[in-house]
């Protein structure tokens, strides 16, 4: 299916504005993209609170409305790890607070090229533990904790949860990982077939993961290409959302397949027309409203099902 009109139209109007890939640096890309930056509609109504995780900036957001011992999803935003923060998400965290009736946590880790690889992924285990530890003194249920992301976020995310399970938790109900990149180091077909024109470019993608990864040779570590981890057994259930029109695509498919056959429990979901990062785009596009609903309904069976 070639995309929705909407989105064509949309991704027209992003690629005439779009830079040369090939010479932008990652702190150009980072600036442009902060210059871009949507408040949060206040028709959601929800709160938030900056705090310190142990040394890493996150943003606590909750319903006007909410009380005591509510669940928390920890959210790691997209950006190609070069790119976004806390505010770049706030739109989409906001919507997902109101949405799903719980709060969320959102991770300013640190990017690159300032910040290389593992450093994200320290960070976003950093920010897991403290909250395990801090839950129950914000109003929120330790017991009800799930983790998730967008992008490189989602990718962040798998990596967070498989190091909680490796290093002794903290246990996680449900993992929300909405275009996952999960082999930095392979080729599938959704990458030749969406290389160009399709916003995720394959040199942009490069840009990204040569600036996060100087050494190439790291790109096929679990840590970065979380589906080359020997084990995915004993992991959380699992949302993963991809777009059609996605180099990601494959591989979110490939992740969802390795959890099932480890017996994780997996939804997974393609948007029909749809390209990478099409989510944040709610409001505009209704595959994005219909996704941020499905993940909601996800997260609250999980917490749910937690709770009983």
Known sequence: MPLSPIAQALLDQMTAHAPDWKTISPLDFRAMSASMVQPADAGDRIASRDLDADGVPVRLYRREEAVGNEPVLLFLHGGGYIACSIDSHERLCSRLARLTGCAILSVDYRLAPEHVFPVAVEDAATALRWLAREAAGLGLDPDRIA???????????????????DDGGPRLVHQLLIYPGTDLAGETESKRAFATGYFLDSDFAELCISSYIPDAADRSHPWASPLRTASLADLPPATILTAECDPLRDEGKAYADRLREAGVPVEYRIYPGMFHGFAS??????????????????????FERTAA
């Not at 983790?147 to 399970?165: H, M, P």
């Not at 505009?284 to 993940?295: G, K």
């Open 147 to 165: 983790i998730g992301g967008d992008s490189a976020g989602g990718t962040l995310a798998t990596v967070a949860a498989i190091r909680g399970r």
């Open 281 to 302: 785009m709610f409001g505009i596009l209704p595959e994005a409203d219909q996704a941020l609903i499905d993940a909601a309904a996800r997260l609250n069976d999980a």
